[in-house]
């Protein structure tokens, strides 16, 4: 069964970190393009970040260029987003999403999404 866990998400200060972490299970990660979208209340799900099978990631979201970054340990068939200098703006529900292809045609707010998402809270 393909299937996608998110984890570390939590309330943290502005300004703050928090790293993100989606585990895989089912099927080999690096296979295929990996995607990080998020989706605040009443609001449309807005890509952010993809990495490839190659390990190129593409950003999505200007908001958080410079701040977030996408990586991946294929040995933990994990990705990860680390995010950095938080705002509240960031506050939104992360998912992790798996493309159809290796590559990242387009963005993780299309990707299907096989995880269940994590909450992100940045507030002071």
């Known amino acids: 069964q393909v299937q996608l866990v998110e984890s570390g998400g939590g309330l943290v200060q502005p300004g703050g970190s928090l790293r993100l972490s989606c585990v895989a299970s089912?099927?080999?990660?690096?296979?295929?393009?990996i995607g990080w979208a998020r989706q605040a209340p009443g609001k449309e799900r807005e890509g952010v970040l993809c990495i490839d099978s190659s390990g190129g990631t593409t950003d999505y979201a200007d908001s958080v260029k410079g701040r977030f970054t996408i990586s991946r340990d294929n040995a933990k068939n994990t990705v990860y987003l680390q995010m950095n200098s938080l705002k509240p703006e960031d506050t939104a529900v992360y998912y992790c999403l798996a493309a159809s292809e290796k590559a990242c045609y387009y963005s993780p707010a299309s990707f299907g999404t096989w995880g269940q998402g994590t909450q992100v809270t940045v507030s002071s």
């Open positions: 089912g099927f080999i990660l690096d296979d295929y393009a």
